[in-house]
């Protein structure tokens, strides 16, 4: 039996180990935490026997993961998005849980046909539907930041489903331990859990908001960081525990926490100190998933984990897009929504578990499960980086609608001679274009936010909806016309892609770019950047100028 510090090293360890490739391959470190897991637990190497302590230990993470997503719930976001959260979002949800209820008596007669058993209650059925309802946050927001899609008409979709999906967590976390009883306490057990959970909730939320900014005022009177990093855990714990305590779930008093702590002022400070908690806590909890997998059973049963894999990402892949486009997204759009939230997502792994727990998943098929959802994260990747060449197989009218953008953008570029083109109109590139326009010297600048385009646009200023990144946006801007590109936002990323584009297809243009210090001002050096602006510099300089 390993002491406690053996397992604690075992688990950093290969916590360590399983992020360091993952990070090598370009994938999300959640998935590292999975295959690591899977590794050192006892159906693989057996490293690690006993988790209870650690598994304990890893419910944190799903308490710290919930209380970021609470401060993520400001009302004035939700009321601008309201359409796609509450609309598209709460669509998805109910449809996926509804649909894999509906469908248990056809997935018994597919099961039946291929000789296998497909016995399951409805209880069950709910809840693995409000598992299957969930994508992957973590995943899928870090793939649009990096192709710069988080303002895009599909972006924004996905950004609204996954808002409700997490949303939609705290009834769930109360409704799966409630089926787990018997059917003719159900109802009054999921009676006395939403009349608890409402009293608790109107309680915390008209008072606590006022009582909230008070104490952290207080505490940041006193300016301590370590007491300011104290007293965020002791409030969240703290909330933790009295809904633990009032019969609901530990992770409803963090989300609580949350959004009464989002209300405030010290939201930007309490997300940067309670991160680093969050991180290493829910890699924990990631592992813990991982060892439960038994990698035999899953050998033993490939065609039905392929098959619990297939499905569930066609399912949800076809379900999104048809929602997407009754609430009037286009072709494209709308297939593009559904490929990027077509596979489970980390809340499912906390509903799987809390099935477990209150025996709604039969154990034949907790493995299955477990490894098509991990399989479903992997293949996300793949399917983001290859989407458009998936919609424009399944959308001609996307093709179209790309021509229409890019006419548009050439329309406006094409009598432009000798200007500059500005990726980004945000407010370094706002600031750009008015000296630009000062000295009489033409520009066209590329965005991805439609409402700062429109406005622009209604202003009169040279700005079109595009992606700088991709090579057609550029040509039709008139890269080889141009006597200068200038990339405006600070994502090295990006400005490697740019710098690439350019200097194939226009090696004579000048490239300036900016950044936020001089981290990476090598790479973008090495990668053809003219001219190299890091911010933190720069600001150091005019400061030392006028002293």
Not at 339 to 352: K, S
Not at 478 to 489: D, F, K, N, P
Request: with cysteine; net charge neutral; aromatic share 6%.
């Amino acid at each position: 039996m390993a002491s406690t510090l053996e397992l604690t090293l075992l688990y950093l360890v290969a916590a360590v180990l399983g992020v360091v490739v993952c990070r090598s391959l370009r994938l999300p470190p959640m998935l590292g935490y999975l295959a690591v897991g899977v590794l050192i637990g006892p159906n693989a190497l057996a490293l690690a026997q006993d988790s209870a302590g650690v598994e304990y230990l890893a419910e944190f993470g799903v308490v710290f993961l919930m209380f970021v997503i609470g401060l993520e719930f400001n009302l004035p976001k939700l009321k601008s998005m309201r359409r796609l959260v509450f609309g598209l979002g709460l669509s998805q949800v109910l449809g996926t849980v509804a649909l894999v209820v509906l469908g248990n008596a056809g997935l018994a007669w597919l099961f039946a046909a291929l000789g296998r058993s497909w016995d399951l209650s409805w209880p069950t059925a709910l809840a693995l539907g409000s598992a299957l309802a969930m994508s992957s946050t973590a995943i899928v927001v870090k793939l649009m930041a990096e192709r710069l899609e988080l303002e895009s008409e599909h972006g924004r979709r996905v950004m609204g489903v996954l808002l409700f999906q997490d949303l939609a967590v705290v009834p769930l976390l109360v409704l799966i331990p409630a089926l787990g009883g018997p059917a003719e306490d159900m109802g009054r057990a999921l009676a006395l859990a939403a009349l608890k959970a409402g009293a608790l909730l109107t309680l915390l939320l008209v008072g606590g908001q006022r009582v909230m900014r008070w104490w952290l005022t207080l505490v940041a009177r006193q300016r301590s960081e370590e007491l300011f990093v104290l007293n965020l855990l002791f409030v969240t714990l703290g909330l933790a525990w009295l809904t633990e305590h009032a019969g609901l779930s530990l992770a409803l008093g963090a989300f609580v926490a949350g959004m009464l702590i989002a209300e405030t002022e010290y939201k930007h400070q309490v997300e940067t100190d309670i991160r680093p908690f969050h991180d290493v806590l829910l890699g924990l909890f990631f592992i813990t998933i991982g060892m439960k997998l038994d990698w035999r059973a899953v050998w033993d049963q490939w065609a039905l984990v392929l098959l619990l894999t297939t499905l569930p990402v066609l399912f949800k892949f076809g379900l999104v897009t048809a929602l997407a486009r009754l609430f009037g997204a286009p072709a494209g759009v709308a297939l593009r929504t559904g490929l990027y939230l077509a596979q489970a997502g980390e809340f499912g792994f906390v509903l799987l578990t809390l099935a477990q727990q209150n025996a709604l998943l039969p154990p034949a098929l907790q493995s299955p499960v477990l490894a098509a959802m991990v399989l479903s994260m992997l293949a996300t990747p793949l399917l983001i980086q290859h989407s458009n060449a998936i919609v424009m197989r399944l959308a001609a009218s996307d093709w179209l609608m790309q021509s229409v953008a890019l006419t548009h953008i050439a329309k406006r570029s094409i009598h432009a001679e000798a200007h500059v083109i500005i990726c980004g109109y945000g407010r370094s590139g706002q600031n750009l274009a008015r000296l630009l326009e000062a000295e009489r010297i033409p520009y066209m600048a590329l965005d991805l936010d439609p409402d700062r385009v429109r406005q622009a646009a209604a202003a009169g200023q040279s700005v079109v909806f595009g992606d700088a990144a991709r090579l057609p946006s550029l040509m039709a801007a008139g890269l080889a016309r141009a006597t200068a590109v200038v990339v405006s936002y600070p994502d090295t990323a990006s400005a490697l892609k740019i710098l690439r584009l350019a200097r194939e297809h226009a090696p004579t243009v000048p490239v300036i770019v900016r950044t936020i210090d001089d981290g990476d001002l090598e790479a973008l050096q090495a990668a053809g950047a003219t001219e190299v602006v890091p911010e933190a510099i720069e600001g150091s300089l005019m400061m030392a100028s006028h002293v």
